[in-house]
């Protein structure tokens, strides 16, 4: 089935899918690697939605481990993230939560996003008012271990699901929380229809808030 992913090893391993997928109602797309280019120490990797970046960091290391930056400004600056970010924040969760989809209404922020411990797989969808790729998605595994990052602009709606016995999640944004601001949308919305890579067994753990997020089409309204 076009677009579908089994379990995490296929979706990080596979030459189709690549590391990540992306769709758009019953259309979905895979493998559209629009763009590679790198960025002083980044790589970055682009689709076609417009403005969603996944960054891979230059890893040093040797026999006693690693070095990398996470974070540095001139670099992301000459990628066209020139942003300041105002908050870090970091959450833990085990195997099957499902965290999401997120965005804030009036106070939208920019996020870079990634994965310390553990391992994810990671999801934006396009809400911007007359993006030529509206309600359209783009999901990619962020892991302690490949390091990516995956940067998402003003105006996505986010969410992740914990594929790792347990994973910590941090990510940078650039305006506060405004817990009066929250919005949502259903995470299985059929008319977006993300691909959840849910392995065979797994229960999936949902906060009773996200369970009552509505659709896209009622957002619209």
């Not at 007359?130 to 998605?137: A, D």
């Not at 059929?190 to 509505?214: R, T, V, Y």
């Amino acid at each position: 089935m076009p677009g579908r992913i089994f379990g995490r090893k296929a979706a990080e391993n596979a030459s189709v899918y690549r590391h990540w997928i992306c769709g758009c109602g019953t259309l979905k797309l895979r493998g559209t690697l629009i763009r590679r280019k790198i960025m002083g120490k980044i790589t970055i990797e682009t689709c076609n939605i417009e403005g969603l970046k996944v960054i891979t960091p230059t890893v040093f290391g040797d026999e006693r481990g690693y070095f990398m930056e996470t974070y540095n400004y001139k670099d992301y600056k000459e990628a066209g993230m020139d942003m300041e970010f105002v908050q870090d924040n970091q959450s833990a969760s085990k195997r099957g939560v499902l965290r999401g989809l997120h965005f804030q209404i009036q106070y939208p922020q920019d996020k870079l996003v990634r994965v310390v411990s553990g391992e994810v797989f990671d999801v934006a969808v396009d809400l911007r008012p007359g993006s030529k790729t509206y309600g359209q998605w783009y999901g990619v595994i962020l892991s302690a271990e490949n390091k990516k990052q995956f940067f998402i602009p003003k105006n996505f709606a986010h969410g992740f699901l914990v594929l790792s016995e347990y994973a910590e999640f941090a990510y940078k944004c650039t305006d506060f929380y405004h817990p009066n601001d929250e919005g949502g949308l259903f995470y299985n919305d059929p008319e977006i229809g993300i691909e959840w890579p849910i392995p065979e067994g797994m229960e999936l753990i949902i906060s009773e808030k996200d369970q009552k997020w509505g659709t896209l089409k009622e957002l619209t309204r």
